[in-house]
Each structure stands twice: as structure tokens, then as C-alpha cells.
């Protein structure tokens, strides 16, 4: 299992960003996909996560919700995450993770735990 995150980039206060992350070598709709983000001297968490296609289950963070949108990109096999509204607080490197085998109602507490498998980040700076 491979995942590419990309799209990060420097952007102003206010401003919006559209982050991808690419499943190689399998079918990233078969897998709950998490968006996390670690700032530095801080913990990582979870920003937004989606479940399988067999459900598309969605999670967000609270400091997220209202202003970021995961969805799938079934003919890229990718992820994505579209972030309005970006804050300098939302600057960090951001991960895609995926996992597999579990249920919808565990959504939750994977995106918030972690997941199985990671890809390498991308970093995203909000100025002010």
C-alpha cells in the first residue's frame, strides 16, 4: 500500500488549498482514507477522514468541520481534501493514511488514533 500526498503549498489567510492523496499499487476505494496534520511541538491529529466506498462514512475534526471537505476521486484513485478558509493555526504537514477491516463506526476513533498505513507529508503554510 502506497499513498502520495500532495498539494501543499504557501497560501494567504483566508485562502483555500486543494490537497490529493494518490493510492498506488491497489484501489483506494476499497479503504477508510485520513487526512492528519502535525504542527511542529505539537501532536498529530486528525483533520478528515472518509470511509470505504461501501458507505463514504465522513469524520471531521471540530477545528475543521465547515470549513474542510473530504471526497473521493474514484477515476484518480485519490482522496482529496479541499480546505476554505485556512487559518495560520491550520499550518503543519499534512498526511494521508488509509486502513482497511474496519467498520464505519470506528470511523471516529481511527481519525482520531491513526491509521494502518501512511503516506509522506506535504506541507501547508497559512500566513497572516
Known amino acids: 500500500v502506497q499513498l502520495q500526498a500532495s498539494g501543499g503549498g504557501l497560501v494567504q489567510a483566508g485562502g483555500s488549498l486543494r490537497l490529493s492523496c494518490a493510492g498506488s499499487?491497489?484501489?483506494?476505494?476499497?479503504?477508510?482514507v485520513g487526512w492528519f496534520r502535525q504542527a511542529p511541538g505539537k501532536e498529530r491529529e486528525g483533520v478528515a477522514c472518509i470511509h470505504s466506498i461501501s458507505d463514504g462514512t465522513t469524520y471531521y475534526s471540530d477545528l475543521t468541520k465547515g470549513r474542510f471537505t473530504i471526497s473521493r476521486d474514484q477515476a484518480k484513485n485519490a482522496v482529496d481534501l479541499i480546505m476554505n478558509y485556512l487559518e495560520p493555526e491550520d499550518s503543519a504537514v499534512y498526511y494521508c493514511?488509509?486502513?482497511?477491516?474496519?467498520?464505519?463506526?470506528?470511523?471516529?476513533?481511527?481519525?482520531?488514533?491513526?491509521?494502518?498505513?501512511w503516506g509522506k507529508g506535504t506541507l501547508v503554510t497559512v500566513s497572516s
Open positions: 499499487g491497489f484501489t483506494l476505494d476499497y479503504y477508510a
Open positions: 493514511a488509509a486502513d482497511y477491516g474496519y467498520g464505519s463506526a470506528q470511523l471516529g476513533v481511527r481519525c482520531r488514533d491513526g491509521m494502518d498505513y
